[in-house]
């Protein structure tokens, strides 16, 4: 769908374009909209359907509370409503984290005077709602092909292998773990408990995260395994599959079995070397996965990317009046704030992969005997949850 110009052959005008049309580019366009300025949202054709999408993600509080503000948010019926709750929202409301010597590390929700520690979303739900939002957002053109469109600011959204920042000439330097994530969907014989669980374990990170609403009884599982193994775990087959789940996760659960095929992608740590490039009047900014990628233990990957569009749209709209939307000067205070924020978490993530990958048993001693010390300490340990929670986050 491309909407039509303003005049019979003359190309639109546009304030921003946004290349991409995943999670983060649907909401930076909803913000950017609201501010009324005229968005270009570019995404190529939608391909025919194929395997169904098994991820999901892990949202904190303040990527909540930004969806929200856009109505994005795949809001569960409200108690005593008369209708069914939306199962594709599932509140956490507690985490328990298993090291390999017996380490251990609980989050309480109501200890910390909240509902949920985060919000497990089904991955088709949350778009179909950014789509829907879109859709009735009058400054937003959704276009299916990339032609050249005249705006001051061009914001990349596009993912990990964008184009659009290779054609500026932008570096994205990548390291790639020895790793592949394997991602499926599992009904379990037990209820989950609204209980998300990670076990570290002879260098694998396992986690298991609650679907189907707070009563529910199937998982999201994310599984960080040697490339090798991880296909070794694919051809199996899925009994084979879920049983290994099952001994991983001491069969908290109960029996397994897959709901879905599972799918696998590799792991890497990844990072643009600038976010902002300048070609006359015209800048190009990076965003999401564009910018940066991270190991997927902390589960913050799409927190982060949507703490991006927030900070954009933040900088943008305190701009001063005499200055341009692809001001270098300008975009720069959002290329500062979000290097410091992402290059913290990305230091966090690969930190904790890499002391958790150590096979050397007095690294195993040290870490486990760290996950029972934090345990015990409440101040810190409700600092650790706070900062996941991503309150001072957007």
């Known amino acids: 769908m491309i909407s039509s110009p303003s005049r019979p052959g003359a190309p639109r005008r546009y304030d921003v374009v946004i290349r991409g049309a995943g999670v983060v580019g649907q909401t930076l366009a909803l913000l950017l909209a609201r501010e ?33 503000s856009v109505r994005a948010w795949p809001e569960a019926s409200a108690p005593h409503s008369g209708a069914a709750a939306d199962a594709s929202v599932t509140p956490v409301t507690a985490m328990a984290v298993h090291g390999d010597q017996g380490g251990e590390l609980h989050f309480d929700a109501s200890a910390l005077g909240t509902d949920a520690l985060t919000w497990i979303v ?11 939002a879109v859709h009735f957002q009058a400054g937003i053109d959704r276009l299916d092909a990339p032609p050249t469109l005249p705006a001051p600011l061009t914001v990349v959204c596009e993912g990990r292998r964008s184009s659009t920042r290779a054609e500026w000439g932008i570096d994205y330097d990548t390291h790639p773990y020895p790793h592949k994530a394997i991602a499926a969907r599992l009904a379990c014989e037990r209820p989950h408990g609204g209980v998300a669980r990670q076990w570290f374990r002879d260098g694998e990170v396992m986690a298991l995260l609650p679907l189907g609403g707070a009563q529910g009884n199937s998982v999201a599982l994310v599984w960080s395994v040697q490339a090798q193994r991880a296909d070794t775990w694919l051809a199996a087959g899925p009994e084979a599959l879920a049983e290994a789940v099952q ?3 001491g069969q908290t659960l109960g ?12 792991l890497e740590l990844a990072r643009a070397r600038r976010w902002i490039a300048t070609q006359g009047r015209t800048s190009v900014v990076l965003a999401g996965d564009a910018a940066h990628a991270m190991h997927p233990l902390a589960g913050q990957g799409l927190n ?5 569009a927030a900070e954009l749209a933040r900088v943008l709209h305190g701009r001063e009046f005499w200055r341009e939307l692809g001001d270098p000067r300008l975009l720069r205070r959002y290329e500062r704030a979000r290097q410091a924020d992402v290059g913290a978490m990305s230091r966090l993530t690969d930190g904790l992969f890499s ?25 810190l340990k409700h600092w650790l949850a706070r900062q996941a929670m991503g309150q001072h986050a957007l």
């Open 355 to 379: 002391l958790f990958a150590q096979p050397d048993a007095r690294v195993q001693a040290l870490r486990n005997w760290g996950l029972r010390g934090v345990d015990r300490l409440g101040p």
């Open 255 to 266: 029996n397994m079995t897959l709901q879905s095929a599972p799918q696998a992608w590799p």
């Open 304 to 308: 982060v990317g949507l703490a991006d």
């Open 122 to 132: 089904d991955v088709p739900a949350l778009e179909q709602r950014l789509a829907d």
């Open 247 to 249: 001994e991983r996760a």
């Open 36 to 68: 009324r300025l005229k968005v270009a949202l570019v995404s190529p054709p939608r391909a025919t359907p194929g395997t169904p999408d098994v991820r999901a993600y892990a949202l904190n509080t303040a990527a909540r509370d930004l969806l929200r």
